[in-house]
């Protein structure tokens, strides 16, 4: 069965500073995607930053990045020069390309200290 | 903007009372969600369409039904409400292989 996991159920950084969110996943398929969302208390969830499997190359968006390791199955989120608005519960989710299920891990939450 | 919009926002609904939420979006995607979430946890997918062919999760109750009557709308019927299914309700939508888009959101509160 494919399992998402999120090891750090919550995690505090200081504003300014780097903080990197752990995931990590089973899969027996070599195809998928990979994505972290990320949802703001009594907000809309909304997608951070994605990656397919077939990529060597991490994903990055502004001050967001990954680090992939497709062989030990791991999907790191780093977020570098944290912000106040960063503050959030962040999960990861899975999607095999053949399937149309994507697959949440139980999410992370991160406060931002002023 | 092209959006996925979920009605109402909030929805207090009594025990065992029937109850509809809708979900409309303009993205043209093929594939509609619902997910259940409840607080501070992961979204449980209840089921999805990939156009009008209905994918029901395995552990998602009779109690609740969905309808698409076409591309831009979907329904979450719960049947008959119960404590046990106050949550926020959330919409999202993708193209094959997309990530998804979601809407804000139907709190349900039952009483």
């Known amino acids: 069965a494919q399992t998402v996991t999120q090891s750090q159920p919550e995690m505090s950084v200081q504003e300014a500073e780097t903080v990197t969110l752990s995931c990590t996943y089973d899969?027996?398929?070599?195809?998928?995607?990979l994505f972290w969302y990320k949802q703001p208390p009594s907000r809309q969830m909304i997608l951070v930053i994605r990656?397919?499997?077939?990529?060597?190359q991490n994903a990055t968006e502004n001050r967001f990045s990954v680090n992939f390791q497709k062989a030990a199955k791991s999907f790191s989120l780093k977020i570098s020069d944290s912000q106040l608005g960063d503050a959030a519960m962040y999960f990861c989710a899975y999607r095999v390309y053949r399937d149309d299920k994507i697959i949440f891990g139980k999410g992370t939450r991160l406060h931002i200290l002023p | 903007d092209a959006m996925v919009i979920q009605n109402p926002r909030y929805q207090v609904t009594q025990f065992g009372k029937p109850v509809t939420l809708s979900c409309s979006q303009t993205l043209n995607h093929n594939v509609m969600y619902w997910y259940q979430q409840k607080s501070s946890q992961a979204p449980k997918l209840l089921f999805h369409y990939y156009d009008k062919d209905f994918n029901n999760e395995a552990d998602t109750p009779d109690n609740f039904q969905s309808r698409r009557p076409n591309t831009s709308f979907c329904f979450l019927d719960i049947r008959s409400p119960g404590l046990g299914d106050a949550a926020m309700y959330l919409c999202a939508t993708s193209t094959v292989r997309g990530p998804l888009h979601f809407g804000n959101g139907t709190r349900l509160t039952v009483t």
């Open positions: 899969t027996s398929e070599s195809d998928y995607y």
């Open positions: 990656q397919e499997a077939y990529k060597q």
